[in-house]
């Protein structure tokens, strides 16, 4: 039997044994940013629905869709120094003069999570879980500000905005695992923290995504 024919079979043998579906509705915010450099947080936000299965009063799975906002800052970047005419500047010494340059750069993905949550029964309905799984997402736009870039001309050298995706070096696909935790009040609203943590370079340079969000997260039974 193939490892896909295996999986297959389980997922199967999960199907069989549901007790309850329920669709269940999300929004969260935070703040989102890169790691392997130097970069800064910015505001991030994520809306969106899965669907849970639950298997037993403690497991349970969600696949699930969300659109999701990240992105972030790159400041005070040193550069060259250009003047109007597009030549470098020198200073009294003959050495280049430098000047900083600063980026925010906004991201928007289509992420589809499969997330396996653990259900800890306090006083009933009150529970605390747990959740773990992987994501894939595709980046479907953001833009990019530029402030500071002395190499343009005109109202470019003060700032400009661009696609960031149209960027070289920004590549379009993401991966990576969700954890997290939080709180269900009452079997319909829950409410928690949740981390994102990318796997996969989002650009040429190897920076990975991450972000921290609240989440709120309303279940409707089926």
């Keep these: 039997m193939t490892v896909r024919s295996l999986l297959l079979c389980c997922l199967a043998a999960s199907a069989l044994s549901v007790s309850a579906q329920k669709i269940v509705l999300h929004a969260g915010g935070g703040w989102a940013s890169h ?5 800064k947080l910015v505001g991030a936000f994520n809306i969106g629905c899965g669907m849970e299965w639950e298997l037993n009063q403690h497991w349970a799975i969600e696949p699930g869709i969300l659109y999701s906002a990240k992105g972030w800052k790159d400041h005070d970047q040193t550069i060259t120094l250009y003047d109007d005419q597009g030549q470098p500047v020198l200073d009294n010494d003959g050495n280049l003069r430098t000047a900083k340059m600063g980026m925010v750069n906004k991201t928007n993905y289509i992420v589809i999570p499969l997330l396996v949550h653990y259900y800890i029964p306090l006083s009933l309905p ?20 530029t402030s500071g870039d002395t190499s343009q001309t005109g109202a470019a050298r003060f700032f ?21 935790m939080g709180y269900e009040f009452n079997q319909l609203i ?21 972000s921290i969000m609240l989440t709120l997260g309303y279940r409707i039974a089926l």
Excluded: W
Aim: hydrophobic share 25%; no cysteine; charged share 15%.
């Design 126 to 145: 009150h529970y605390v879980y747990l959740s773990a799984g992987p994501y894939v997402a595709y980046g479907i736009g953001g833009k990019s500000r």
């Design 35 to 39: 790691y392997g450099g130097s970069s």
């Design 160 to 180: 400009y905005d661009k696609r960031t995706f149209s960027r070289e070096g920004m590549h379009h696909f993401d991966t990576g695992i969700s954890i997290g």
């Design 190 to 210: 829950n409410a928690g923290i949740q981390g994102d943590i990318g796997l996969a370079n989002v650009t040429a340079s190897g920076r990975k995504n991450y």
